[in-house]
């Protein structure tokens, strides 16, 4: 075998090798002589190579052009649309295409998108395809330059994959996956930039494979109220975005969600209490030990924030649970088994770890009133306890699933500020601003297991009257301000002015769990 047959051999390309010789002569006569048949074809492949990526999850945003295979999954319908100052109607069609790495919509225009709605390409083929990626409306897009079946190419991807949760990556569309619902949320306003009001809510799906968030738009947002957990529920025609590293399952105008007469299996696969540390986000399940009441608190921007602490214990341990926003008010009471997922565990009052159940979380009651456990079991009734000996994970059964949790959820706001609030709202609850029902005023800290408030007062902390310091930074300004050194928050009554952001150092006594600033500086 000669030198360009050897160089065409180690070509990945869709050029034939008699096109590829008639190339190389005329790289020779262009460059007068300076280069033999063997350099002029190193350079060809070199031109032919370039741009070419291994996979599609190498695809970026910003390549001028790209070149990859990927297998087509889903061909979508053809558009026509009307260019600017011309009478000929334009037409468009998308194609959902993937291989191992991951998926990716092509865009195909005008001839390219006719031919294709006349059948000239199939759900899984192999294209080798040539284009300008983009990111879209739906995530990352290519618009289609060129593109030709390859059948000498396998890719081990197949059509209908994402029809179950874990099958889902970032960019696909028209995804139909069927789920248990385990949450829904109230519905919230925004206004959009044109001055229209948008309506967004939020769901949780689950299938035998995990689970999902689904945000539900515009009209679409009606459905968290008119369904409850434990529906089993197909979503059609889904696209999938990504969202604080984690995709979610968005449902807008060309989508549905449907209720389904089919059972739908649920495992919650969760961690041992008595294995979280602190930073971790993990999925807890167990019985409920005991309930707080619900305190209310005001935040920085004068809204009104609210959050109710529940103690829950599985094989392993216990741990105290902070339900914020509308999670709060979640019929949840002793004795009842719960999945809580998507938690962080953070530094509680005095040193106790603590879960913090957020706009993120999931909080499902898999059985109501089941029997408190005794021992350290954390098994419910009817067989349907959960169990973490020495597995890692604690599996929690749905026998009862459907006579579960009301449908009230906290997904918090989901405009940009969101982490904002609630990172307003968490400091707003150490300044303890709501009552805790009972009449024994400020409630500065968590409620403790025995009902008595965690105020300060016992051997494990400060107690009141003491003199302290404590250095941090500014989480909420205003009466009271409100301190936070990454482990403990502190609510300060001072006159001194401060800003959001600014780190400081307050000395002074302890009151009824604040500190009554003397010095700040």
Do not use: C
């Not at 456990?373 to 169990?387: D, E, L, Q, T, V």
Request: negative net charge; without cysteine; aromatic residues 4%.
């Amino acid at each position: 075998m000669g030198a360009i047959e050897d160089i065409y051999a180690d070509l990945d390309t869709d050029v034939d090798e008699e096109t590829f010789r008639e190339a190389v002569e005329e790289k020779v006569e262009q460059m007068g002589g300076l280069a033999d048949e063997e350099t002029a074809a190193m350079l060809l492949a070199h031109e032919l190579s370039e741009n070419e990526v291994n996979a599609v999850a190498d695809v970026e945003p910003g390549m001028e052009e790209v070149k990859f295979l990927a297998k087509v999954m889903a061909i979508g319908d053809l558009r026509t649309f009307e260019r600017d100052g011309e009478d000929e109607e334009g037409r468009v069609l998308n194609v959902e295409a993937a291989d191992e790495s991951g998926a990716i919509r092509l865009t195909f225009w005008d001839e390219q998108a006719a031919s294709i709605d006349d059948g000239q390409l199939e759900v899984g083929q192999v294209l080798r395809v040539k284009g300008r990626p983009k990111e879209g409306y739906n995530g990352l897009e290519v618009s289609v330059d060129k593109a030709e079946p390859d059948e000498d190419v396998d890719i081990d991807v197949e059509p209908g994959d994402g029809s179950s949760i874990d099958a889902l990556t970032m960019g696909q569309s028209d995804v139909d996956v069927r789920g248990l619902v385990l949450d829904t949320d109230s519905i919230r306003t925004f206004d959009r930039d044109d001055g229209s009001e948008g309506r967004v809510a939020n769901l949780t799906l689950g299938d035998e494979t995990g689970r999902i968030r689904v945000t539900l738009w515009d009209e679409r947002a009606d459905r968290a109220d008119e369904l409850e957990p434990g529906d089993a529920v197909e979503v059609v025609d889904g696209y999938v975005r990504e969202r604080d590293g984690s995709i979610e399952l968005h449902v807008g105008d060309q989508g549905a969600v449907d209720e389904v007469d089919e059972e739908v299996a649920f495992e919650p696969e969760a961690d041992p209490i008595g294995d979280v540390e602190i930073d971790d986000t993990v999925d807890i399940a167990g019985v409920v030990r005991s309930t707080d009441p619900k305190r209310t608190f005001d935040r920085d921007d004068g809204s009104e924030g609210q959050v109710r602490n529940i103690r829950v214990q599985d094989d392993t341990g216990d741990i105290r649970v902070a339900l914020w926003g509308d999670k709060a008010d979640k019929e949840i009471g002793p004795g009842d088994e719960v999945l809580v997922a998507d938690v962080e565990i953070q530094d509680g009052w005095q040193d106790d770890v603590e879960a913090s159940a957020n706009w993120a979380s999931t909080v499902t009651v898999l059985e109501s009133g089941a029997t408190a456990p005794s021992g350290g079991s954390a098994g419910g009734s009817g067989g349907s306890g959960s169990s973490a000996g020495g597995s890692g994970s604690s599996s929690t059964g749905l026998d009862d699933f459907a006579g579960g949790s009301s449908s009230d959820g906290d997904t918090g706001d989901e405009s940009d500020d969101h982490a904002a609030a609630e990172a307003a709202a968490v400091a707003g609850d150490a300044g303890g601003e709501g009552g805790d029902g009972g009449g024994e005023g400020a409630d500065d800290g968590a409620v403790a297991d025995d009902g008595s408030s965690d105020d300060g007062s016992s051997d494990d902390g400060p107690a009141d009257g003491e003199h302290v310091e404590f250095t941090g930074t500014v989480v909420q300004t205003g009466d009271p301000v409100v301190l936070d050194d990454g482990t403990e928050t502190m609510t300060v009554e001072t006159g001194e002015t401060v800003t959001l952001g600014q780190e400081v150092t307050v000395r002074g006594e302890l009151r009824d769990g604040r500190v009554d600033a003397e010095d700040v500086f």
